[in-house]
């Protein structure tokens, strides 16, 4: 008897007319206008979009860091509009890892530190495995790096272990916003490359807040972001960065396919 093929796995992230009105004394400005994507689980999305486009609102909004004026937020099959501060709160720290443009290192830590307090406060009761951050680190080129503090680290190295930290406790979905905004050309390259090939080897479903189309091409698909409105997609040609060590575009298994 032939094997029945398994259903296909709902897609990790559902957005439904996802509003956001920001109010100041009469005024409201619309900063989302009736956003509906949905995201496969493994893919890495980008999203693009000029200053205002609410492209910032949209990354708090799927972080769960604000709530929606109106619509529908399904994060790994959880309504996050149903749940209060508390349940929010800790979804977002065990399912959601952040990779922010200004690194955000508590500078009074070595990066082991920042990556070791960050798997702390996600709130999971096994040990850190040591296996998986010695792969991690090692796949971020930061391993002779974690005794050091942000201050004696590059910028480049400081954002490698912003990576390294957002992934120390296998988050379900990885959202960076705007990775390489604080980065040279170099470390651009590097830091794209090596979210790429994690996003590959860890399964993990990566989006990607950016104003930068060359930074964009990497991804599986990409979404236009422009008044609060999806104004377009396409898929992403999937341009790898020359960053030494990380092969080329043919070493990089094909992505899941995403629906236009």
Known sequence: MADVPSPPSPPIIVTENLTKVYASGQVKVAALRGVSIEVERGEFLAIVGPSGSGKSTLFYLLGGLTRATHGKLIIDGVDFASLNDAE????????????FQRFNLLPTLTAMGNIEIAYAVSGRKETMDRSFLDHLTELLSIRGRLEHRPAEL??????????????????????ADEP????????????????????????????????????????DRILHL??????????GPR??????????????????????
């Open 226 to 235: 422009r008044d609060g409105e999806i104004v377009g997609q396409e898929r």
């Open 180 to 219: 390489t905004g604080n980065l040279d050309s170099n470390n651009s390259d590097a830091v794209l490359a090596m979210l790429l090939k994690l996003n590959r080897d860890l399964g993990q479903t990566t989006l990607m807040i950016t104003h930068n189309p060359e930074a964009a091409a990497i991804a």
């Open 88 to 99: 929010r709160t800790r979804l977002r720290k065990q399912r959601i890892g952040f990779v």
């Open 239 to 260: 341009a790898l960065p020359s960053a030494p060590g990380f092969g080329s575009s043919a070493s990089v298994a094909e992505p899941p396919s995403a629906a236009d």
């Open 154 to 175: 590059s910028g480049g190295e400081q954002q490698r272990v912003a990576i390294a930290r957002a992934l120390i406790a296998r988050p379900a979905i990885v959202l």
